[in-house]
C-alpha cells in the first residue's frame, strides 16, 4: 500500500503499476466445481467495464447507493472495486428499496424488485456466463458488460472522505476501508506481498470483505475466496492449501 492510497481504487492502481501479472482473486465453488483466476490485470479490466456500466449506462453519481444482493465471488468483488472507482455507495445485502441500484444474483431476484430504479441482475454461472433466459425487468450483466470501455475515469474526482461501502449496518468512508484493511493485516496473517490468503467467509461482514478483498489488496497479497467451502472435506482442503500455496486460512 502506497502513502498516497486514500480509496480502494488507489489501491488496485498501485497493484496494477507494481505488478499487473500477478494472481489477485482466485476463486473456487464447491457446488459447481468452478476455478477461475484473475491477475491484476484482469480483474481491474473487470472493475474498468463495470465502472463504466455504472457511469455511463446506469447514471449513477457519487453518493448514489448500490445494493449488492450477491455472495463471496469474484464478480462482487469486481462490483465492490467498481463502486469504489466512480464514487457511490456499495452496500452489501442493502435494502434494495432504499437503493438507486441494485445488483442481484439469481437467489435474490425477487426481493432485488423492490429497487424503483434500474436493476442488473448475475447469472453467477461458470466463466461469467449469461442467464438462459434473462429475469424481466433486469438488465443481464453478462451481456451488458462485455462492450463497455476497457478504460475507467471518473467525471467527478472520487472523495476518499465521502461514503464508500455498508457492510453490516456500519458505514466507511473510502479512506476509512484503506485505513483499516492495512491496520488489520498482520492480524489476518497477511505479512506483504506473496501472502496469499484462503477466505471461506461470506461478504456480509466487514470480516469477510476485508479477508476476501480489501486485506489482500492492501498489502500486495492475493486471495483464494471460497463459495460452499463447508462442501470440501479435509483432505481436499488440504490439497488446495498447498496447490495454491496458502499461507493464511480464514474461514
Not at 120 to 148: C, H, I, K, S, T
Request: charge should be negative; charged fraction near 20%.
Amino acid at each position: 500500500m502506497n502513502a498516497t492510497d486514500r480509496t480502494p481504487a488507489d489501491l488496485l492502481s498501485s497493484a496494477l503499476a507494481a505488478d499487473p501479472g500477478r494472481p489477485l482473486v482466485t476463486f473456487y465453488d464447491d457446488a459447481t466445481g468452478e476455478r477461475v483466476e484473475l491477475s491484476v490485470a484482469t480483474f481491474a479490466n473487470w472493475v474498468a467495464k463495470t465502472a463504466n456500466l455504472l457511469q455511463d449506462d446506469l447514471s449513477v453519481e457519487p453518493g448514489d447507493r448500490v445494493a449488492l444482493l450477491l455472495p463471496a465471488h469474484w464478480q462482487t468483488a469486481v462490483w465492490l472495486l467498481a463502486c469504489a472507482s466512480v464514487g457511490v455507495v456499495a452496500d452489501m445485502a442493502g435494502d434494495p428499496a432504499a437503493a438507486d441500484v441494485v445488483v442481484s444474483g439469481p437467489d435474490t431476484l425477487e426481493a432485488a424488485r423492490a429497487c424503483s430504479g434500474s436493476r442488473v441482475a448475475l447469472a453467477l454461472r461458470p466463466l461469467g456466463g449469461r442467464f438462459p433466459q434473462p429475469p424481466q425487468g433486469f438488465a443481464d450483466y453478462a451481456v451488458e458488460v462485455p462492450g463497455q470501455g476497457d478504460r475507467f475515469a471518473p467525471y467527478a474526482p472520487v472523495d476518499p472522505d465521502g461514503p464508500a461501502l455498508i457492510v453490516a449496518g456500519r458505514e466507511f468512508s473510502a479512506a476509512e476501508v484503506v485505513e483499516r484493511a492495512g491496520a488489520e493485516a498482520s492480524g489476518l496473517g497477511l505479512t506483504g506481498p506473496g501472502s496469499r490468503i484462503l477466505s471461506g467467509l461470506p461478504y456480509d461482514t466487514w470480516e469477510g470483505l476485508n479477508a476476501g478483498l480489501y486485506g489482500p489488496l492492501a498489502t500486495g497479497g492475493s486471495v483464494v475466496l471460497c463459495r460452499h467451502l463447508e462442501r470440501l472435506g479435509a483432505e481436499a482442503l488440504d490439497k488446495r492449501v498447498e496447490s495454491e500455496r496458502v499461507t493464511v486460512i480464514a474461514r
